[in-house]
Nanobody
Framework: QVQLVEFGGGLVQAGDSLRLSCAAS????????MGWFRQAPGKEREFVAT????????DYADSVKGRFTISRDNAKNTAYLQMNVPKPEDTAVYYC????????????????????WGQGTQVTVSS
């Protein structure tokens, strides 16, 4: 089991940068695949990015590819989402999530595959 808390959300202008952090406690982060998801008002929760246990493999939603970067520091038990050149359509509540156990092949992008979730942090991008 692991507890997750997101930090770093807020109001940012389009084109500026923002970094979200996800701090884990209760277990070592290196045991989990980590993901970031987001949910805008009236929409379903959607995949943003995911990273494997070591940080050597990542995957991104097409809408953020080339602008967002997911990373992790297992020594600090923290995962990150660097948001560069954000757009107003990136406005949403952002959640980090952890998936335990084994996994093979493409990294998981479906929310139901993740076992643990943070409470979310609001990101608002103004034009």
């Amino acid at each position: 089991q692991v507890q997750l808390v997101e930090f770093g959300g807020g109001l940012v202008q389009a084109g500026d940068s923002l970094r979200l952090s996800c701090a884990a406690s209760g277990n070592t982060l290196r045991a989990f695949i980590m993901g970031w998801f987001r949910q805008a008002p009236g929409k379903e929760r959607e995949f943003v990015a995911t990273i494997n246990w070591s940080g050597g493999d990542t995957d991104y939603a097409d809408s953020v590819k080339g602008r967002f970067t997911i990373s992790r520091d297992n020594a600090k038990n923290t995962a990150y989402l660097q948001m560069n050149v954000p757009k107003p359509e990136d406005t949403a509540v952002y959640y980090c999530a952890a998936m335990g156990g084994g996994w093979g092949g493409r990294l998981p992008i479906e929310p139901h595959l993740y076992d643990y979730w943070g409470q979310g942090t609001q990101v608002t991008v103004s034009s």
